[in-house]
């Protein structure tokens, strides 16, 4: 039976049972808050035993002077991971109706001792032993190195929201070779059944939340689909709950021996069911490419160990080539991961790799494509962080040439050399839960970049994510976190965290669990100073505004399509035609191609002048290193409005100060390869 504890008034023979069930509860840890305080922000009722929250004072409400939200974001945590890789690789859960003592248990073979904590010390390192008790001494675990229990506990995060945080990404994570692989389980290891289950079982922990407040709609943990929706939660001065999904191969969407067993009706049925889920931002690929695209390496014997598992679940290796750019993938490494590689069958091994070949040969695939464009269509956000940036560079060339804001790189996972391409999109970044020295140095290379877009920053705290933790700086560290202390707005008081017997502390345990984020961010201000707090406290409408954006983005009239076009030469061919307005007859499958020399040009009338400020470029194998985007008023008169002199082909987006102009002109300087310029599609905008 459930047992709550009721703090208002109530008539003599129940304030007799709650002072008993209050005793109970003593007996079995210390009393759920750390003081008498009472409010909006206060639940009618807690499931006994409980955890404290140790934060006094009201959340803050309402938006700044400039009408804009307050608050951190988290843009990447993963609150549903025990459910994840056949339920029994992260231990414990988020809540429970019979409290703390029942969610915060170890995994059943971890008694007595940890010695079949497997995962622990693969993990960890050591032997894995540990005490596997949670409730009420919690002696080895949360902790910032534990990598496979429970961190995101429903009242942690409420600290955390305490703290000032008013966003946060619930990213439904699972991987079905790591499930297949791993030794214990108690469900099936299908992606997609998993992500469903993590969906329900966030709705479910909001409505346990809401039970504690008197109802439906009443607690702070809110499911928003909306920005409007995120909006008016943040000020009412509750936590806005956004769902996403970080997953190996979504929709079924794998690849064996690089053939797809999906198809773009399993992309539209999987987008549509995500969506109706709640689902908002996505990867497309998370560890092991996929069907849609390759994926960004692991380093180490970490990136030995997936490789192993890419095998496992596509039949082939990793895949290395020298990169096109001065933007890189991890370098894979080559030290071993003997429990990974006993999975491979007699005979393979993990392969070598070239040091200068950096690069994952997979990009984004026709059906990665097709995916990008039907998120867009869905008014989703794209994820960039794991792809490799071959995939990485193909998805922001679709998202430039729509000038599609929706891109999230959320825990440091992205080749930084992108980051002001997605500043420019309107996109939003975050940076993962790194100790405060490395967070501030991170932050403040990035500085100018949001000064420039005028965006604010975010965290990625990546937590129940199998990533590891900021560790503590010690006690005897010269600045350290002095408890209590003032929250970021100043509206909380902020103390030790206390759940059970065990209390935390950020300079001697680091970032242990959730509700180590104000802790974690004060240190991050003692660090790096208040200007780092200051753009992390901008972060939550940095974040509405690129989804806001991405909501309200409409596909800009292409005014090219069915224009008519000449150009300086076309090529002949006795099969098929490669005239000029080829490159305006929006099939892609059709294309202009010019003559085997340099200096050649094609020329689209618009009919009318008309506001121009963005012309694409869908380029064939035949692309154009060196040109121009030239406009004219009268096809005589023309002057430059773009050029490059580093084109690398595929799609191209010149963007420009608006300008009126009825003519447009692509003039081609210098060719990228012994063939002429060829165009598929050549799209001009007004937006």
């Given at each position: 039976m459930t047992v709550f504890r009721h703090s208002h008034p109530q008539r003599r023979p129940l304030a007799v049972l709650s002072l008993l069930l209050t005793a109970v509860a003593m007996v079995l840890g210390t009393a759920p808050s750390s003081s008498a305080e009472s409010g909006w922000w206060t639940p009618v009722a807690r499931p006994a035993p409980d955890s404290q929250i140790n934060v006094t004072g009201e959340p803050f409400k309402g938006t700044d002077s400039q009408g804009q939200v307050r608050g951190f974001v988290d843009a990447h945590d993963h609150i549903m991971a025990n459910e994840a890789f056949g339920g029994r690789l992260i231990c414990g859960k988020a809540f429970s109706e019979m409290g703390v003592a029942d969610a915060l248990k170890d995994c059943p073979e971890h008694y007595p001792d940890?010695?079949?904590?497997?995962?622990?010390?693969?993990?960890?390192?050591?032997?894995?032993?540990?005490?596997?008790?949670?409730?009420?001494?919690?002696?080895?675990?949360?902790?910032?190195?534990?990598?496979?229990?429970?961190?995101?506990?429903?009242?942690?995060?409420?600290?955390?929201?305490?703290?000032?945080?008013?966003?946060?990404?619930?990213?439904?994570?699972?991987?079905?070779?790591?499930?297949?692989?791993?030794?214990?389980?108690?469900?099936?290891?299908?992606?997609?059944?998993?992500?469903?289950?993590?969906?329900?079982?966030?709705?479910?922990?909001?409505?346990?939340?809401?039970?504690?407040?008197?109802?439906?709609?009443?607690?702070?943990?809110?499911?928003?689909?909306?920005?409007?929706?995120?909006?008016e939660v943040i000020q009412q001065g509750k936590l806005a709950v956004v769902l996403g999904v970080e997953t190996s191969e979504p929709f079924g969407c794998k690849q064996i021996l690089d053939i797809a067993q999906c198809n773009r009706q399993d992309i539209d049925r999987g987008l549509d069911e995500l969506h109706k889920l709640g689902v908002r931002?996505?990867?497309?690929?998370?560890?092991?490419?996929?069907?849609?695209?390759?994926?960004?390496?692991?380093?180490?014997?970490?990136?030995?160990?997936?490789?192993?598992?890419?095998?496992?679940?596509?039949?082939?290796?990793?895949?290395?080539?020298?990169?096109?750019?001065?933007?890189?993938?991890?370098?894979?490494?080559?030290?071993?991961?003997?429990?990974?590689?006993?999975?491979?069958?007699?005979?393979?091994?993990?392969?070598?790799?070239?040091?200068?070949?950096?690069?994952?040969?997979?990009?984004?695939?026709?059906?990665?494509?097709?995916?990008?464009?039907?998120?867009?269509?869905?008014?989703?956000?794209?994820?960039?962080?794991?792809?490799?940036?071959k995939a990485a560079g193909q998805a922001f060339d679709i998202l430039e040439s729509e000038s599609y804001p929706g891109v999230i790189s959320s825990h440091s996972w992205m080749d930084l050399g992108w980051t002001e391409r997605l500043y420019r999109l309107g996109g939003f970044a975050a940076q993962y839960m790194n100790g405060a020295e490395a967070f501030t140095a991170e932050a403040r290379r990035t500085d100018a970049l949001r000064d420039k877009y005028n965006v604010g920053y975010g965290y990625g705290t990546d937590m129940n994510g199998v990533g590891g933790w900021p560790g503590p700086r010690g006690a005897n560290t010269p600045n350290p976190v002095r408890y209590p202390f003032r929250s970021a707005d100043g509206s909380a008081v902020i103390d030790k965290q206390t759940t059970g017997e065990r209390t935390w502390d950020v300079n001697t345990d680091g970032a242990a669990h959730y509700g180590m984020v104000p802790d974690w961010l004060e240190d991050i201000r003692l660090v790096g100073g208040?200007?780092?707090?200051?753009?992390?406290?901008?972060?939550?409408?940095?974040?509405?505004?690129?989804?806001?954006?991405?909501?309200?983005?409409?596909?800009?009239?292409?005014?090219?399509?069915?224009?008519?076009?000449?150009?300086?030469?076309?090529?002949?061919?006795?099969?098929?035609?490669?005239?000029?307005?080829?490159?305006?007859?929006?099939?892609?499958?059709?294309?202009?191609?010019?003559?085997?020399?340099?200096?050649?040009?094609?020329?689209?009338?618009?009919?009318?002048?008309?506001?121009?400020?963005?012309?694409?470029?869908?380029?064939?194998?035949?692309?154009?290193?060196?040109?121009?985007?030239?406009?004219?008023?009268?096809?005589?008169?023309?002057?430059?409005?773009?050029?490059?002199?580093?084109?690398?082909?595929?799609?191209?987006?010149?963007?420009?100060?608006?300008?009126?102009?009825?003519?447009?002109?692509?003039?081609?300087?210098?060719r990228g390869t012994r063939w002429g310029y060829s165009l598929h599609e050549v799209g001009v905008y007004s937006s």
């Open positions: 940890g010695s079949l904590a497997i995962f622990d010390f693969i993990t960890k390192g050591g032997d894995g032993k540990h005490d596997p008790n949670g409730w009420p001494t919690f002696k080895d675990w949360p902790a910032h190195d534990s990598l496979t229990h429970q961190q995101n506990y429903y009242a942690w995060v409420e600290r955390a929201w305490r703290g000032g945080q008013r966003v946060l990404v619930n990213d439904l994570v699972t991987n079905g070779v790591i499930c297949s692989v791993y030794f214990f389980k108690d469900r099936s290891c299908d992606e997609m059944t998993s992500i469903r289950l993590q969906a329900q079982k966030t709705y479910d922990m909001q409505a346990f939340v809401d039970k504690m407040y008197g109802g439906p709609g009443k607690g702070w943990f809110r499911i928003v689909t909306d920005s409007a929706q995120a909006r931002s996505m990867f497309l690929c998370h560890k092991f490419d996929n069907a849609l695209c390759g994926v960004r390496f692991d380093q180490g014997a970490l990136g030995t160990a997936i490789n192993v598992g890419q095998f496992l679940s596509t039949g082939t290796f990793w895949k290395t080539e020298k990169c096109a750019g001065p933007q890189h993938d991890n370098p894979i490494g080559l030290a071993a991961a003997p429990h990974a590689e006993k999975e491979l069958p007699a005979g393979v091994a993990v392969p070598s790799y070239a040091s200068d070949a950096q690069c994952n040969t997979r990009g984004l695939t026709a059906l990665g494509e097709y995916a990008v464009r039907g998120m867009m269509k869905r008014k989703m956000m794209l994820e960039i962080d794991h792809m490799g940036v208040q200007g780092v707090v200051d753009d992390l406290f901008r972060g939550a409408e940095s974040y509405l505004d690129t989804w806001g954006a991405s909501e309200k983005h409409k596909a800009g009239v292409n005014l090219a399509a069915g224009s008519s076009a000449s150009a300086s030469s076309a090529e002949w061919s006795l099969f098929t035609s490669y005239a000029p307005e080829r490159a305006v007859d929006g099939n892609s499958g059709t294309r202009w191609a010019s003559d085997w020399s340099e200096d050649q040009w094609l020329r689209i009338d618009l009919g009318t002048p008309a506001l121009i400020k963005r012309v694409t470029l869908d380029w064939e194998r035949a692309y154009g290193k060196s040109y121009r985007v030239e406009v004219s008023t009268d096809g005589s008169d023309w002057r430059s409005v773009w050029s490059t002199t580093a084109g690398d082909g595929g799609l191209d987006t010149a963007q420009f100060t608006g300008t009126s102009a009825r003519y447009v002109r692509v003039h081609g300087l210098e």
